[in-house]
T-cell receptor
Framework: AQTVTQSQPEMSVQEAETVTLSCTYD???????LFWYKQPPSRQMILVIRQEAYKQQNATENRFSVNFQKAAKSFSLKISDSQLGDAAMYFCAYRSASRRGGAQKLVFGQGTRLTINP | DVKVTQSSRYLVKRTGEKVFLECVQDMDHENMFWYRQDPGLGLRLIYFSYDVKMKEKGDIPEGYSVSREKKERFSLILESASTNQTSMYLC????????????FGPGTRLTVT
């Protein structure tokens, strides 16, 4: 079974600075997807960024980028120029590329609560 | 925009009560999911449905059942609520296939006393 580990329960960063959230995962599969989701306080979970395992290039979405190290099974999220609106719980998640029904579930890490200091 | 709605944001029930949590999506998604979110544990899958009347157990199905009679609606049922089912419950939906992202509802915070 796949597992996802986020070893930083809480992180804080000064506004406008850069912060990196860590995520490691364990799988025997070679084809899969990795995600970072953001859950703002009392608001819905939204997708921040997605990485396909077969792509060597790291995904980027505006101020958000990932460092995907497939051999090391590491998938960190870098937030540049942090803004107050980035304060949230961030979840790393894994999904198999298998089309078998149950494989379409997301496997989540424990979450990292990010605080932005003004 | 995809919209996933859940019937209640907050719910308080007594031990032994039957509890229904409703989820509705408006984008004709094949897949629907129920997750449970607990501090320090992240989200864990309770049940998954990939079509009307079709369901699969997730990682923690004990004490729960589900119903999907219509494509847009997925219900989570706690047959006899217990205090250890106090948690945040999140519904999600997606198109079929693993490449598509899951869209989440706002969550229902259930307290069982």
């Amino acid at each position: 079974a796949q597992t996802v580990t986020q070893s930083q329960p809480e992180m804080s960063v000064q506004e406008a600075e850069t912060v990196t959230l860590s995520c490691t995962y364990d799988t025997s599969e070679s084809d899969y997807y990795l995600f970072w989701y953001k859950q703002p306080p009392s608001r819905q979970m939204i997708l921040v960024i997605r990485q396909e395992a077969y792509k060597q290039q790291n995904a980027t979405e505006n101020r958000f980028s990932v460092n995907f190290q497939k051999a090391a099974k590491s998938f960190s999220l870098k937030i540049s120029d942090s803004q107050l609106g980035d304060a949230a719980m961030y979840f790393c998640a894994y999904r198999s590329a298998s089309r078998r029904g149950g494989a379409q579930k997301l496997v989540f890490g424990q979450g990292t609560r990010l605080t932005i200091n003004p | 925009d995809v919209k996933v709605t859940q019937s209640s944001r907050y719910l308080v029930k007594r031990t032994g009560e039957k509890v229904f949590l409703e989820c509705v999506q408006d984008m004709d998604h094949e897949n629907m999911f129920w997750y449970r979110q607990d501090p320090g544990l992240g989200l864990r899958l309770i049940y998954f449905s990939y079509d009307v009347k079709m369901k699969e157990k997730g990682d923690i199905p004990e004490g729960y059942s589900v119903s999907r009679e219509k494509k847009e609606r997925f219900s989570l049922i706690l047959e006899s609520a217990s205090t250890n089912q106090t948690s945040m419950y999140l519904c999600a939906s997606s198109l079929g296939g693993t490449v598509y992202e899951q869209y989440f509802g706002p969550g229902t915070r259930l307290t069982v006393t």
